[in-house]
C-alpha cells in the first residue's frame, strides 16, 4: 500500500510492520483460524499477548517488576481523576503547562472540595496561552505527588529532563511516551493513551510503583478507580481492550527492535531539527509558537503562516498532496505536524519541500 504522509496528533501514525502484523492477528491469530479479537482474554493465547507487552514496556523502561503495568480502558482523561482518588490525602500539586494539565487539575480539585483537601497549581503557563514550561517552581517535600505533563499535544512544548523533586512524580506521557528516554525510576506512576506514539485509541497505559500503592494507595476508591482492582488482576479484572492491546504490545517489539529508546530519540531529533529548520529558515513565513526554543517538543510542532487564510489553503494543498492531518488544535488555530516515533524521516522531507514551494508561491 501508498502510505500517506500522516501527521495527525492522535490518533496518529504507527509502524507499518506493526499495522502488517495486526491485520494478520485481527483476522487469523497464530494460525487458529480466529481473529485475536475473538478469543477470550483469559485464555492462553492473549495470556502470553499481554504478558509479554508488560515485560517489554519495563525493558523500554530500563524497570523492573517493582512496578506494575496496566492496560485500562477509559482514554487518559479517567486517569485525571483515579489518581487523586488514590493517592490524594493532604494536597496535591500540578504544573499546569496546557489544556490536559488542566483538565488533570479539574479533577483533583474535584476530589479535594468533596473530601476537604488541596489540588493546588504551582506554576502555570496559562495567561501566555501555555507557550513556554514554567522552570522557577519548587513542589512541597511533603506533597502527596507532583503532577506533570510531558508534552503538551496543542501548544507544541515539552518537557525534556525529569525535575528533582522529594514527593512522588506522577506524569501524564500521553504524547511523547517512548519517543525519548528519561529516568523512569524518577516516577511514581507514569500513564498515556495509547494513540499517539504506542498504539490505537481504546486503551491507556499505567506504570505504577507498587510500593507507593501498598503505601499509600486508597484502599478504599471505588473498584474500578483502584488501583489495587487491577494490580492484583494484572489488568484483568474486567474485560481489558484486547485488540489495542495486541497492537501496543507489537509497537513495543518494534520499539526493541530499533535499538530502543535512545536509538528512537535519535531518530525523532533529526526529524525535529529538519522541520524546526524549515520553520527558523523562512525569514518569518512561518512563525513557531512555542516561546523557549528549549521546551519545542519533538512530537508536536505547531506554527502559524502569515494569516488564518493562508493556514487553510496551506492544509488543503497539502492534503491535495497526501500530507494528512496539518490543522493545529481547534482550540488554538494555526498549524501542527504531529511528527510521532512511527513517523517516517521522507514524511517530514516530503513536508518540508511543500513548505518551502508554497512560502514561495504565497506571498
Ligand atoms: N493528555 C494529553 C497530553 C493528551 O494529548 C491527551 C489527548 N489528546 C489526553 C491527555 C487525553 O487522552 P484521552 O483522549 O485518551 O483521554
Not at 3 to 32: C, D, Q, W
Not at 163 to 184: A, W
Amino acid at each position: 500500500m501508498d502510505r500517506a504522509h500522516n501527521f495527525f496528533a492522535g490518533p496518529a501514525t504507527l509502524p507499518v510492520e506493526v499495522i502488517e502484523k495486526s491485520k494478520e492477528a485481527a483476522y487469523n491469530f497464530n494460525g487458529m483460524g480466529m481473529s485475536i479479537m475473538e478469543m477470550s482474554h483469559r485464555g492462553k493465547e492473549f495470556d502470553t499477548v499481554i504478558k509479554e507487552a508488560q515485560a517489554d514496556c519495563l525493558k523500554i523502561m530500563g524497570l523492573d517488576d517493582e512496578y506494575a503495568v496496566l492496560f485500562l480502558g477509559g482514554g487518559a482523561s479517567t486517569q485525571f481523576l483515579t489518581i487523586p482518588t488514590n493517592f490524594l490525602k493532604t494536597k496535591a500539586e500540578y504544573v499546569v503547562t496546557g489544556a490536559w494539565a488542566k483538565k488533570a487539575l479539574k479533577e483533583a480539585e474535584w476530589s479535594a472540595k468533596h473530601a476537604n483537601l488541596q489540588a493546588n497549581a504551582i506554576a502555570s503557563s496559562a495567561d501566555a496561552n501555555f507557550n513556554f514550561i514554567p522552570k522557577d517552581w519548587k513542589a512541597s517535600d511533603d506533597a502527596d505527588y507532583l503532577h506533570l505533563t510531558s508534552n503538551n499535544t496543542i501548544y507544541g512544548t515539552e518537557l525534556k529532563e525529569t525535575p528533582d523533586v522529594k514527593c512522588p512524580l506522577v506524569c501524564d506521557m500521553s504524547s511523547n511516551m517512548f519517543s525519548r528516554p528519561y529516568d523512569f525510576s524518577k516516577y511514581s506512576l507514569i500513564y498515556a493513551g495509547a494513540q499517539k506514539n504506542i498504539g490505537p485509541s481504546g486503551v491507556t497505559i499505567v506504570i505504577i510503583k507498587k510500593s507507593w500503592l501498598e503505601e499509600k494507595g486508597n484502599p478504599d476508591a471505588p473498584t474500578m478507580l483502584n488501583y489495587n482492582t487491577h494490580v492484583s488482576k494484572d489488568s484483568l479484572f474486567n474485560t481489558p481492550p484486547t485488540f489495542p492491546i495486541y497492537v501496543v504490545g507489537q509497537t513495543f517489539k518494534w520499539i526493541l527492535e530499533k535499538g530502543g529508546l535512545e536509538a528512537i530519540k535519535e531518530m525523532n531529533d533529526k526529524k525535529a531539527k529538519l522541520l524546526y529548520g524549515a520553520i527558523d529558515g523562512s525569514n518569518g513565513y512561518y512563525k513557531g509558537s512555542v516561546a523557549n526554543v528549549e521546551d519545542r517538543s519533538s512530537m508536536n510542532v505547531t506554527f502559524n503562516l502569515p494569516n488564518a487564510d493562508l493556514e487553510a489553503k496551506f492544509v488543503k494543498e497539502a492534503a491535495a498532496l497526501k500530507m494528512y492531518g496539518l490543522k493545529g488544535h481547534r482550540s488554538v488555530g494555526g498549524a501542527r505536524a504531529s511528527i510521532y516515533n512511527a513517523c517516517p524521516y521522507e514524511s517530514v522531507e516530503a513536508l518540508v519541500k511543500f513548505m518551502e514551494e508554497f512560502a514561495k508561491n504565497n506571498k
